[in-house]
T-cell receptor
């Protein structure tokens, strides 16, 4: 069975500071990993995804994530936070080795950005 | 290109009533997913349509939930009769293809409150 754990339900950073949102996964097959963002009153938007190509994945809005198999992690980072980054972020895993394409999500991390 | 749309955006009903949620996927997307987020918990998969067929409904909580996808276009999710624990945000997502290249596009969700 697959699962995702996001460490920290709330993270607060100052504008211009590093953003680090943690995600650890569990999967018995090679995983496909995703980060989604949800801005207030909007749907989930894909930030980036890992599908077994490059381990460092660059996404939209300056975000990137690194797949580390030895640590079973897929942490999301951004060098310099902007006020507009305040949102809820979700890590998700899927496996296409089976027949399912459904995503398994973590509980989400709310990011606050202080001026 | 229009995104995934969901109707209504909010619904407040009393226990025992019936509610029907609608999802219009992106045109041409054969895959349609329903997910639900109960407050404080993770987003969970409910079911997956490929065109008009149910590919996977392993996440449906019980037989009070009925999903349909007429002609492989829009989908409805009916809850009858609704219970308090059905409250949450119901998300719909669609995609063109499953597999490593799949990207699921999410709608804004329907916020259901059962009193």
């Amino acid at each position: 069975a697959q699962s995702v754990t996001q460490l920290g339900s709330h993270v607060s950073v100052s504008e211009g500071a590093l953003v680090l949102l943690r995600c650890n996964y569990s999967s018995s097959v090679p995983p496909y990993l995703f980060w989604y963002v949800q801005y207030p009153n909007q749907g989930l938007q894909l930030l980036l995804k890992y599908t077994s190509a490059a381990t460092l994945v660059k996404g939209i809005n300056g975000f990137e994530a690194e797949f580390k198999k030895s640590e079973t992690s897929f942490h999301l980072t951004k060098p310099s936070a902007h006020m507009s980054d305040a949102a809820e972020y979700f890590c998700a895993v899927s496996s296409y080795g089976g027949s399912q394409g459904n995503l398994i999500f973590g509980k989400g991390t709310k990011l606050s950005v202080k001026p | 290109e229009a995104g995934v749309t969901q109707f209504p955006s909010h619904s407040v009903i009393e226990k025992g009533q019936t509610v029907t949620l609608r999802c219009d996927p992106i045109s041409g997307h054969d895959n349609l997913y329903w997910y639900r987020r109960v407050m404080g918990k993770e987003i969970k998969f409910l079911l997956h349509f490929v065109k008009e067929s149910k590919q996977d409904e392993s996440g449906m909580p019980n037989n009070r939930f009925l999903a349909e996808r007429t002609g492989g276009t829009y989908s409805t999710l009916k809850v009858q009769p609704a219970e308090l624990e059905d409250s949450g945000v119901y998300f719909c997502a669609s995609s063109q293809q499953t597999g490593p290249q799949e990207t699921q596009y999410f709608g804004p969700g329907t916020r259901l409150l059962v009193l």
